[in-house]
């Protein structure tokens, strides 16, 4: 069974600089996806963030990047120029070919003004 | 676009009566999912649906839940009869197929407390 650790119940950072979210996961499965879901006090979840396993770069969607170590089965989010509105709950999620999406249990995020 | 419907919000019951949760995914969408989230924790897979059959109910509670899918489109999730363990936030996702890489888009979730 695949397994999603995020050790950072709580993150800080202040509004214009950069923060990391960690994540790591066990699997022995070689194809395979990962996903950062961001979770407002709204509630609904939104996609951030996607990697495939089998590419080597990593991902980037704007201020948003990930650090994808596979062979130290690591998945960090890095936010730059943090705002405001990038305060939520932030889940890393696994799925592998033919099985069900698994969250961590989520790290809270604080922007200081 | 529209997103992910859910309804209702909020409800609160007492235990061991019955309640039933609705979510209308995004129009197209072959795959809908349920999703249990208790306080603290990352979402939990119930029940994925593709179209109006089921892929997987391993982690379904058979005894007391119950979902459907009639018509590939709007699904139904009851819960009969409910517990206190039960109070968490259900959460109904649907994407465009049932691949690894698939998105999924999420409804705002349905805020259930059993007392």
């Known amino acids: 069974a695949q397994t999603v650790t995020q050790s950072q119940p709580e993150m800080s950072v202040q509004e214009a600089e950069t923060v990391t979210l960690s994540c790591t996961y066990d699997?022995?499965?070689?194809?395979?996806?990962l996903f950062w879901y961001k979770q407002p006090p709204s509630r609904q979840m939104i996609l951030v963030i996607r990697?495939?396993?089998?590419?080597?770069q990593n991902a980037t969607e704007n201020r948003f990047s990930v650090n994808f170590q596979k062979a130290a089965k690591s998945f960090s989010l890095k936010i730059s120029d943090s705002q405001l509105g990038d305060a939520a709950m932030y889940f890393c999620?696994?799925?592998?070919?033919?099985?069900?999406?698994?969250f961590g249990e989520g790290t809270q995020l604080t922007v200081n003004p | 676009e529209a997103g992910v419907a859910q309804s209702p919000r909020y409800k609160i019951i007492e235990k061991r009566q019955s309640v039933a949760f609705w979510c209308n995914p995004i129009?197209?969408?072959?795959?809908l999912y349920w999703y249990q989230q208790i306080l603290g924790q990352g979402p939990k897979l119930l029940i994925q649906?593709?179209?109006?059959?089921?892929?997987?109910d391993s982690q379904l509670p058979k005894d007391r839940f119950s979902a459907e899918r009639l018509k590939g489109v709007d699904s139904t999730l009851k819960i009969q009869p409910a517990k206190l363990e039960d109070s968490a936030v259900y959460l109904c996702?649907?994407?465009?197929?049932?691949?690894?890489?698939?998105?999924?888009?999420f409804g705002p979730g349905t805020r259930l407390l059993v007392l």
């Open positions: 999620a696994f799925r592998a070919s033919g099985s069900r999406l698994t």
């Open positions: 129009s197209g969408h072959a795959t």
């Open positions: 699997t022995s499965e070689s194809d395979y996806y």
């Open positions: 649906f593709q179209n109006n059959g089921v892929v997987d």
């Open positions: 990697q495939e396993a089998y590419k080597q």
């Open positions: 996702a649907s994407s465009q197929g049932q691949g690894s890489g698939q998105t999924q888009y």
